[in-house]
T-cell receptor
Framework: KNQVEQSPQSLIILEGKNCTLQ??????????LRWYKQDTGRGPVSLTI???SENTKSNGRYTATLDADTKQSSLHITASQLSDSASYIC????????????WGLGTSLAVNP | GAGVSQSPSNKVTEKGKDVELRCDPI?????LYWYRQSLGQGLEFLIY????????KSGLPSDRFSAERTGGSVSTLTIQRTQQEDSAVYLC????????????FGPGTRLTVT
């Protein structure tokens, strides 16, 4: 069983709409949780990094939330744009081993005009 | 400044041949990481370098895989006697030497073993 699970596996929305992606993890104790965006054929790009003590962090139209008690995180995208079409990956690092990241399989988002 | 660069961007090789993949990290990033991403799979950690040493090689899938880093900069991932299951995108990332060690990724090398 993957230690970082994401849902939905894929999502299609219309341009301008909002969406929320989910991440559940079992890594414990954990140090920080990250969300990455990966465009097709490109390497992942960091969107947010949150420590266990942070509940929310924003990066433009992207807002990540974290509930360390329930081991859940979400990534909310506001007013989606065509360029938001990508895979969004939730990543967790173990406490004491910040360099080794445990990757989810990602949610594939398609924003249609 | 320049980001992480990788070469080649695509590599097609015959089964049984050796291949070398190159990564140029961001200047000043002392940590360097190699990952493998197979179709439909999450990123798989291969190896991590701090400077020229590799404290964590735990992800290398077999002894056909090796990596080195010279001058605290360029790294080479070598796969010997390639197999079809080695076909994947190989991603390199680098990070600063202090936390939270945010990793910056290169565009990857797509390896196809025929």
């Amino acid at each position: 069983k993957n230690q970082v699970e994401q849902s939905p596996q894929s999502l299609i929305i219309l341009e301008g709409k909002n969406c929320t992606l989910q991440c559940n993890y079992t890594v414990s104790p954990f140090s920080n949780l990250r969300w990455y965006k990966q465009d097709t054929g490109r390497g992942p790009v960091s969107l947010t990094i949150m420590t266990f003590s942070e509940n929310t962090k924003s990066n433009g139209r992207y807002t990540a939330t974290l509930d360390a008690d329930t081991k859940q995180s979400s990534l909310h995208i506001t007013a989606s744009q065509l360029s938001d079409s990508a895979s969004y990956i939730c990543v967790v690092s173990e406490a004491g081993n910040n360099r080794k990241l445990i990757w989810g399989l990602g949610t594939s988002l398609a924003v249609n005009p | 400044g320049a980001g992480v660069s990788q070469s080649p961007s695509n590599k097609v090789t015959e089964k049984g041949k050796d291949v070398e993949l190159r990564c140029d990290p961001i200047s000043g990033h002392t940590a360097l990481y190699w990952y493998r991403q197979s179709l439909g799979q999450g990123l798989e950690f291969l190896i991590y370098f701090q400077g020229n040493s590799a404290p964590d090689k735990s992800g290398l899938p077999s002894d056909r895989f090796s990596a080195e880093r010279t001058g605290g900069s360029v790294s080479t991932l070598t796969i010997q006697r390639t197999q079809q299951e080695d076909s994947a995108v190989y991603l390199c990332a680098s990070s600063f030497p202090i936390g939270p060690y945010e990793q910056y990724f290169g565009p990857g090398t797509r390896l196809t073993v025929t």
